[in-house]
């Protein structure tokens, strides 16, 4: 069961839509694997509209390729990431016109 007024672990921002609904913004942590094969744990700023299926996801880092085949992980400030996400919330917000329907319920 899901409430509007719930604040998930994680998230650290919401921005109402036209239609009523909110984009959340959350700090996550995910299992990354590197380019070198090695896994471990990276900050990753979500984006999630709960209005309409809109998502997005600003990892705090991103995979560069060399001229010739190696590749490697370059870190992306969190802060970085977070501005890129609230941007992409405002400008979701400013367009989206679901509604958070009760429909929404049958579905999880
Ligand atoms: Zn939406």
Same mark, same amino acid.
């Given at each position: 069961?899901?409430h509007?007024?719930?604040?998930?672990?994680?998230? *650290?921002?919401?921005?109402l839509? @036209?239609?009523g609904?909110?984009v959340?913004?959350?700090?996550?942590? @995910?299992? =990354?694997?590197?380019? #070198? !094969? *090695?896994?471990?744990?990276? !900050?990753?700023?979500?984006?999630?509209?709960? !209005?309409?299926?809109?998502?997005?996801?600003?990892? =705090?880092?991103?995979? &560069?390729? !060399?001229?010739?085949?190696?590749?490697? #992980? /370059? #870190?992306i400030?969190?802060?970085?990431? /977070?501005?890129?996400? &609230?941007?992409?919330?405002?400008? =979701?917000? /400013?367009?989206? &016109?679901?509604?958070?329907?009760?429909?929404?319920? /049958? =579905?999880?």
């Open positions: 069961m899901k509007m007024t719930d604040n998930p672990e994680g998230v *650290i921002a919401r921005y839509t @036209v239609g609904a909110t959340d913004l959350a700090l996550k942590q @995910v299992r =990354h694997t590197f380019p #070198d !094969g *090695i896994s471990g744990t990276r !900050g990753l700023t979500s984006a999630t509209c709960t !209005g309409c299926p809109a998502s997005s996801e600003f990892p =705090h880092w991103r995979t &560069r390729t !060399g001229t010739w085949t190696s590749s490697w #992980d /370059e #870190d400030p969190a802060e970085k990431a /977070e501005v890129d996400a &609230r941007n992409w919330a405002q400008a =979701h917000a /400013e367009k989206c &016109r679901a509604m958070p329907g009760p429909v929404s319920s /049958e =579905h999880l």
